[in-house]
């Protein structure tokens, strides 16, 4: 069979959208091996998974799920039909999350082809947003688009978004407390990161009121007056289990790409996330799913991306 993974060519183009996808701390916590001619196998790699903040593997697998969400992306955009296999091998491999196999031919839409060219386009952003609402017809959209991939995402009304704004805060206090917590964030927050991590351009600044509507990296410089009315959603799994996550990578994706589209800008603030995590506290279950990502989104001036990894780099023997 002749595909796009019967080259080098063919296989760094697949690596190269992959690797642009969003990942926790920019750890960029994944590897891929191609397995045959028509399979590309997705894997974790287990020198990258945040140990302290990540003792499950939750967020590792979300990243990954973001990853795969791109691969798919690639393989349809090169008129071929793109089929997935989550956790092919639980048992023997646990590192093997994923399996995709390059499937017949199939055209390409146009929205597909447009999800594809944005990839390279999104961005994280951690500085103010202007304070212009987003539309209900967008908000829409981005709730199909998470629901295509078999998640929710819940948009959050003043009061949800004051209060999930003072559980941050609250987290991020006690995480601050925690010296292998520190010590963790401080090696993927280096200013002078190159290939990975969050370097300093990418931290933003401070926040002059509190709560803050973006993380704290104890590295910001300067201070700035946020928008008044940050828009917060919330992702949802109806589990909570690898396969769930996985999902919830691949709708948090979707969601960044059409948010692109609209000339939306995003960050994340899953500090009650990763403390639930950490300290195996009960999760706080919505009546939606389990929370799995909280994301503020709103219009905000360009930025410059986050590093990445050489394309070669990323691929196995």
Known sequence: MSTQLATGLGVRRLLAAAGQAPSVLNTQPWRFHVAREDCVELHADRDRRLRVSDPRGRSQHVSCGAALFNLRLAVRTSGRRPMVFLLPDPGQEPDLLAAVR????????????????LIPVRRTSRLPFFDRRIPHEVMAELRLAAAREGAGLAWLDRHGTLDTLGYAALAEDELARDHDYRAELAAWTMPGARYDGVPGYVHGPHALRDPSPVRDFGRQDGESRFEARPQLAVLTTMGDGPVDWLRAGQAL???????????????????PLDLRDMRHRRDPHHRRGHPQMIIRLGYGPYVARSPRRPVMELAQA
């Open 102 to 117: 390059v499937g017949a031919t199939l055209p390409v839409s146009a929205g597909q082809r447009e999800l594809y060219d």
């Open 253 to 271: 994706q979707r969601v960044l790409l059409v948010a692109t589209k609209y000339g939306l800008s995003a960050s994340f603030l899953n500090q």
